[in-house]
């Protein structure tokens, strides 16, 4: 059995800002938000394992998912300068990628089957090796929340909480899920 109080109490604790329970029924997986990858703006898509087209189908992304239960939702949200604060919006992605990480690891370690989902592109390698070789690490690479198909503004608000903290802010989201 799971208890979502531990799990946000958890979440809190390792430096998160805010963090809840995800709820199952507000994963729509959605073929456009799937296909803005296509666009690549972040200059990862076709240059990642963690990215379209290497991490599956959307039909493939979903048929996981809908695997879980029940989630949690966590942020990272940084407060900016002005609009153009680009430092702090780098150091707050940064900040949250390694709390998810380390989260995800104590996670693992109390629960068997997790499925993370991060905010962007895998970044623990500064060089991808997709498509030429095999990920080099494939047990702590995550799949972001948009490359599954999830509208993540939808998706917080789905389930309680805020997606937009307000002005001169940047907010970072990312869930797991459970069975």
């Known amino acids: ?8 109490d958890q979440a809190l604790a390792d430096g998160f800002a805010a963090a809840g329970e995800l709820k199952i029924e507000a994963l729509e997986f959605l073929p456009e938000v799937r296909a803005m990858c296509s666009s690549d703006k972040c200059n990862s898509y076709g240059k990642n394992w963690s990215c379209p087209p290497a991490c599956g189908t959307l039909e493939e992304s979903s048929e996981k998912a809908r695997q879980y239960s029940f989630g949690i939702i966590v942020q990272t949200i940084g407060q900016l300068e002005d609009d153009f604060d680009y430092e702090t919006i780098m150091e707050t992605a940064q900040k949250h990628k390694e709390n998810f990480s380390n989260l995800i690891k104590k996670v693992k370690s109390q629960y068997k089957d997790v499925l993370p989902m991060s905010a962007g592109a895998c970044t623990i390698c500064s060089t991808c090796t997709y498509p030429d ?3 080099r690490f494939p047990e702590d690479s995550m799949v972001s929340m948009e490359a599954y198909g999830l509208f993540v503004n939808s998706v917080c608000e789905k389930s309680g909480m805020k997606y937009n903290n307000g002005k001169n802010t940047t907010t970072f989201t990312s869930c797991y899920l459970l069975k």
Do not use: F, N, R, T
């Open 1 to 8: 059995m799971y208890d979502i109080d531990k799990l946000v």
């Open 133 to 135: 070789s095999p990920c």
